[in-house]
């Protein structure tokens, strides 16, 4: 079973993906996704 890491928008700080982990990694996952309540894209960071 994979480990899930969760993301949250760095402008409003919402936690809204879930996504599988593939590898431990020792930085942070940093991605561009749509936040529902900005209403924009935004980069969502890994959280802890």
């Given amino acids: 079973m994979a480990k899930k890491i969760v993301l949250s928008c760095s402008k ?3 936690r ?3 996504v599988p982990s ?11 996704k749509f936040c529902a309540y900005c209403n924009e ?3 969502h ?3 802890v």
């Fill in 16 to 18: 809204n993906y879930a």
């Fill in 45 to 47: 960071k890994q959280t």
């Fill in 22 to 32: 593939k590898a431990e990694s020792g930085t942070r996952l940093v991605l561009k």
């Fill in 12 to 14: 409003c700080a919402s």
């Fill in 41 to 43: 894209h935004t980069e």
